[in-house]
């Protein structure tokens, strides 16, 4: 029998056994979702949580709104219902910088006036002690315990009155159903922050985006909108999280005299904390507190906006009361404000290393985020459609930390008249050749990769490369410097370099010099398919370039070959067709190609080499361990000269596996599958029966 299947165990017995299971689980979910720490597997938690459900199923008369069975609500509701709070869900005032923070400090100590000298008590210091708190960007809430058992979550609404979101608070981990330990409060009323973390923000989106639905901006929203849900079931889906920061009410257990205690007695009660709460003594140690919690913002699991700083003493915080809707003895201390208004001015193409072109807003100046900003990003011209971002647009900047500021919301009720859509370029603003935009991408690029100089450092690394031009020796560190130094503009030009002009690089000395001198003329004798491949043609990989050789015979007939021609070689669609057109199309990239073949670049045509038979077309081939004869690239472009693909990796498809010495995993696949497996010699005679 399962230990989640029903089994035959009286009621009496059931009871002691759930009750057992639900205190079990409780713990672990207190060690998963408060304190971080799990103790078991996910198996054994699953295996738990089956038989206390089966056992609720088979006693209902067991069944209980604080197990841990109960998390998800049950169905959709029409509408939330109107909460009266006991006590009001008041603001804060706040305070932006240090100055402002001295004379909230001041204010406090002279209202207290001849307390702080009092001795004889905890709180008796010379220096008036704060609790420093993070503040959470999230959405304040309200939970109501009864006996241990939550009896109502709460919005905050406008402070007075606010929707009751009980079923959603239930499905939130994060929140104990039924407090820890023994001596509980009677009443107990905990408010606190729910949000998103950075991390579970990002998987949300993701999985917005996958299922082709709207993503949220920010975290913020992200939990406001999922705490609001009509549908529980559609909350318990999100990552929300609920961290504590303080008790209005409590009857029946008597809370500490201190701020940060209450927290701390609240966190053995089971609810979680920020792990970021500090006791300052005084106004310069909440100084450097600020300071700290600032430097480290954007390293932290959630979003905050400042900190909070409460005096610490409850008695005292009783002393200084209220004003209007907000505590005298509590502040927010606001970090720099992460967001602004202001227009766009004019909207720039730039082009990046991959010749993609990322829109940049160019903005009337403002300050956000503690610096001056004037640019942003508007990050590809799918966003510009989906915003409908226009020139003279007032718009919503965001910047954090070091984050490049970036556009996250139109005003359009504030347009101007006359406003025009964006147009995507038709030509390279760098180096005027055709822009490229797939129809199912988001991107568009440059088509001049030879050419363009966005694009010359990542052109030439890839023409330099093992599989393509092979040029040994000359690496990312040396193609900088060169390019840096105005000493090449194009791959051409590595075919003009002196060594006069390479000593100067660093660390080049005379050997260096001639050795790289050496591989360059060397790879002036290529193939086809290597010259192809260097030439970085966006989607033309070694297999395509090699197929197109083959189908061609000639760079010629390739250059002049249209998207319907090109479409008839094999695995070239009409993306991949298109994208070879556009780049031959280019008066930039067939210069360079000309001065290339000027320069000495040539390899034998494939018509010279006659037509080859192709008897493995059609087979997936896969080379593993180490051969005697050849390196494992000269291999792979053996077996595609007869027509074979050749992959990585071993599945019920491949044909057959060529196995060297200190053939691995991927020759005890083969086995396990019975895929045909080739030794090195029996390969070698496989070539020799082809002419290779």
């Known amino acids: 029998m399962s230990p989640s299947e029903p089994s035959a165990v009286t009621e009496a017995q059931a009871r002691h056994e759930v009750e057992t299971l639900r205190q079990q689980l409780r713990h672990h979910n207190h060690r998963y979702y408060v304190l971080d720490d799990p103790e078991v597997p996910d198996a054994e938690y699953d295996r738990l949580f089956q038989r206390l459900k089966a056992l609720e199923t088979q006693f209902p008369a067991l069944l209980s709104s604080d197990s841990p ?70 959405l304040a809430i309200s939970l109501v315990y009864e006996n241990g058992v939550l009896i109502r979550g709460a919005t905050r609404g406008d402070g007075v009155t606010g929707e009751d979101i009980t079923h959603n608070v239930r499905t939130i981990p994060s929140v104990p159903l039924r407090l820890a330990g023994d001596a509980l409060p009677a009443l107990l009323e905990v408010r606190g922050e729910v949000l998103m973390s950075k991390k579970g923000f990002l998987k949300l989106n993701e999985q917005q985006t996958a299922k082709g639905e709207k993503t949220f901006v920010n975290p913020r929203n992200a939990a406001a909108g999922s705490l609001r849900q009509l549908d529980p079931r559609m909350t318990a889906q999100r990552p929300l999280e609920f961290y504590a920061y303080s008790v209005v009410r409590c009857e029946g257990v008597k809370l500490p005299g ?48 400042g ?18 809707r907000a505590p005298r003895w509590a502040t927010a201390y606001k970090f720099p404000a992460q967001e602004a208004v202001t227009t766009i001015q004019s909207i720039e193409f730039q082009v990046g290393r991959t010749g993609a072109l990322t829109p940049v807003a160019r903005l009337a100046p403002v300050f956000v985020g503690g610096v001056t900003v004037s640019n942003a990003t508007l990050h590809n011209f799918d966003e510009i459609e989906r915003m409908d971002v226009r020139v003279g647009d007032s718009v919503v900047i965001y910047r954090a930390g070091d984050v ?73 560190k040396w193609i900088e410097q060169l390019v840096d130094l105005k000493l090449i503009k194009s791959s051409a030009d590595l075919y003009t370099l002196q060594k006069d002009m390479l000593l100067p690089l660093e660390r080049m000395g005379e050997k260096s010099a001639d050795n790289l001198l050496a591989a360059i003329a060397a790879s002036k004798n290529s193939t086809l398919p290597r010259f192809l491949y260097a030439l970085g043609i966006r989607e033309v990989g070694e297999a395509t370039a090699l197929l197109l050789s083959r189908h061609f015979g000639s760079l010629e007939k390739i250059m002049a070959a249209d998207e319907a021609a090109l479409m008839q070689v094999q695995d070239v669609g009409p993306v991949v067709a298109e994208s070879i057109a556009l780049f031959f199309r280019q008066p930039h990239n067939l210069e360079v190609i000309a001065a290339l073949r000027a320069a000495g670049v040539s390899w034998p045509d494939m018509e010279a080499l006659g037509e080859r038979p192709q008897p493995l077309a059609g087979q997936t081939w896969v080379l593993t361990g180490s051969l005697a004869t050849m390196s494992r690239d000269q291999a792979k472009e053996k077996l595609q000269q007869l027509g074979a693909k050749v992959s990585g990796s071993v599945s019920k498809k491949t044909h057959c596996v060529v196995a060297g010495e200190a053939a691995g995993s991927k020759l005890a696949d083969a086995e396990k599958l019975g895929v045909a497996v080739m030794d090195e010699a029996a390969f070698q005679q496989l070539l020799q029966e082809h002419g290779l």
């Open 404 to 476: 490049i500021p970036k556009v996250v919301r139109v005003m359009t009720e504030r347009r101007p008249e006359g406003t025009q859509p964006v147009a995507l370029p038709t030509r390279c603003p760098v180096c005027d050749s055709e822009v490229e935009r797939p129809e199912d991408e988001a991107i568009a690029r440059c088509t001049g990769g030879l050419f363009c100089p966005a694009q010359q450092k990542e052109a030439l690394k890839h023409f330099v490369s093992r599989r393509a031009m092979d040029i040994e020796g000359l690496g990312d």
């Open 258 to 305: 201190s701020q940060y205690e209450t927290l701390q007695k609240l966190a053995t009660f089971g609810f979680r904390l920020s792990k970021e709460i500090r006791r300052a003594e005084g106004e310069a140690e909440v100084q450097a507190f600020y300071a700290d919690i600032q430097q480290r913002r954007d390293s932290l699991p959630y979003e905050i906006d």
């Open 69 to 138: 069975t109960q998390r998800v609500g049950g169905e959709a509701m029409s509408a939330f219902s109107t909460v009266m709070h006991e006590v009001p869900m008041l603001s804060l005032d706040n305070v932006f910088s240090a100055e402002e923070f001295a004379d909230f400090d001041r204010r406090v100590r002279d209202r207290l006036g001849d307390l702080l000298g009092q001795g004889g008590d905890l709180f008796s210091q010379p220096v008036l002690a704060y609790c420093c708190e993070p503040k959470l960007d999230g």
């Open 307 to 324: 900190v909070v700083i409460k005096v610490d003493n409850v008695r005292w915080q009783q002393e200084l009361g209220f004003v209007s």
